[in-house]
């Protein structure tokens, strides 16, 4: 078992404008956990907060400044985890920020140049490089990609997706079995045999992704996306198979309602993604704080879905994306807030081994063969009719 508190990740987006110096600073100290400040300029400060601080300090794992290429955020968050859900465990990342901040291009990059490919395809060419290296090991890929939108789940690979409107789809809905384990039904898991099969089915999701727009972001997604890469791994003759879940996961924009400046469906949409960020965040509280008996994770659909990634079964790692521009330094300081209870969250992986019964019953078939051919050899009787039913019962 791992035990092992989610581990928090800052990236700060590349500021168009030069004005914006001033307003944070990384501390870099090799010895202490680095810290972002984040400066509020004298004008914002009486406003924002009672108390006029003036500048604010967050720990992080690590801090990614504007330089910072997809390359290197990659070899830092991301392949670590890759590392430990080859190995067995289960893996999440998630990506929390505001509309804008980078959230998608993190996760899943940038279209314009390959060089800009975010986590996602990064992850699935390092898995598969790594799977092809192993060959005394057999191993499957699946693929999952959930999107959740208005509190309804929907299958991005449903191959109806391009054909029916949104509404027309059968929604993807959790059930919990006897031993409160949730499965999702209606979500549909497409093998991968190649790092080639699994980015087609990344770009067909992607292309079915529910995109609306709003005033702050021209092309900006109102939904929660889960992309899930499922590997199953096993010893030839053995009936222990290994299953690993690794989460990608791009949220919603986490503002508030007020600044979008949005209203009809749009505002609908918000509601909803506040709540469900909401019903996230009261999940990290009730994790973060010490003896509190009961969590709501049932409470909306992606905190169900995300139940062993949050104080579960589970390795988990948060980037927090951040626009850091003086319009957006109060939706930057929550963004920072949110991520430090989130690093309070411990998590104990174990490896999720079971043993296939089918397989099991070939091994012992396997394993009778040989003791009758041994007992045959020490009594000198050959038998090769079956058991009566009273050695049967003995
Ligand atoms: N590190 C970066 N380097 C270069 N461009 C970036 C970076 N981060 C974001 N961008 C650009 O900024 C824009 C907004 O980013 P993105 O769509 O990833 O935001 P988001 O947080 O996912 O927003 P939403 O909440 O709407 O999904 C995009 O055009 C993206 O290409």
Redesign the pocket.
């Known amino acids: 078992m791992v035990k092992q508190t989610i581990q928090i990740f800052a ?1 700060v ?2 500021t168009v404008r030069k004005q914006q110096q001033g307003i944070y600073s990384i501390d870099e100290d090799e010895k202490l956990t680095p810290s972002l400040e984040i400066i509020l300029p004298r004008d914002l400060a009486a406003g924002f907060v009672n108390n006029k601080r003036e500048s604010y300090k967050f720990k992080f794992q690590k801090i990614f400044d ?1 330089g ?1 290429n997809q390359e290197t955020i990659f070899e830092n968050i991301a392949k670590p985890v890759a590392e430990s859900v080859l190995a067995g465990y289960n893996g999440t990342i998630l ?1 929390y ?10 996760i899943t990059g ?1 279209a314009e140049r390959y060089s ?1 490919r975010g986590i996602i395809p990064r992850t699935l060419s390092y898995i598969f490089e790594q799977l092809q290296k192993d060959s005394s090991t057999i191993h499957t890929t699946h693929i999952s990609y959930l999107e959740i939108y208005n509190e309804c789940g929907y299958d991005l690979l449903d191959p109806r997706h391009e054909a029916s409107s949104l509404e027309d789809l059968p929604k993807v809905t959790i059930f919990e079995d006897p031993d409160q384990n949730i499965h999702l039904k209606n979500l549909s898991l497409h093998q991968a045999a190649t790092e080639e099969e699994a980015l087609n089915l990344l770009f067909l999701g992607d292309t079915n992704r529910m995109i609306a727009e709003t005033p702050m ?1 021209q ?4 939904s929660h996306c889960i992309f899930t890469i499922h590997l199953s791994s096993k010893e030839p003759g053995s009936a222990t198979v290994r299953h690993a879940k690794l989460h990608l996961v ?1 949220l ?2 986490s503002e508030r309602v007020a600044k979008t400046g949005v209203g009809g469906q749009l505002l609908t949409e918000a509601k909803y993604i506040n709540l469900s960020l909401h019903y996230l965040e009261q999940v990290i509280i009730a994790l973060s704080e010490k003896h509190r008996a009961h969590i709501p994770y049932r409470n909306s659909m992606m905190t169900s879905v995300l139940r062993d990634s949050l104080g579960g079964n589970c390795m988990t790692t948060m980037i927090a ?1 951040l626009s850091l521009e003086k319009r957006n330094i109060d939706e930057s300081i929550s963004t920072c807030r949110f991520a430090q209870r989130v690093a309070l969250i411990k998590n104990e992986a174990v490896l999720n081994e079971e043993i296939d019964p089918k397989l099991m019953i070939i091994c012992l078939q396997k394993e009778i063969q040989e003791l009758k051919d041994e007992l045959a050899l020490v009594t000198g009787e050959q038998r090769t009719e079956v058991l009566t039913d009273a050695e049967l019962l003995q």
């Not at 920020?97 to 993190?106: A, H, I, M, R, V």
């Not at 092309?219 to 109102?222: D, M």
């Open positions: 990236r987006k590349p504007q910072a990506a920020g505001q509309t804008g901040s980078g959230k998608t291009f993190t940038g800009d972001n092309a900006s997604t109102r791009d919603a924009g994306t």
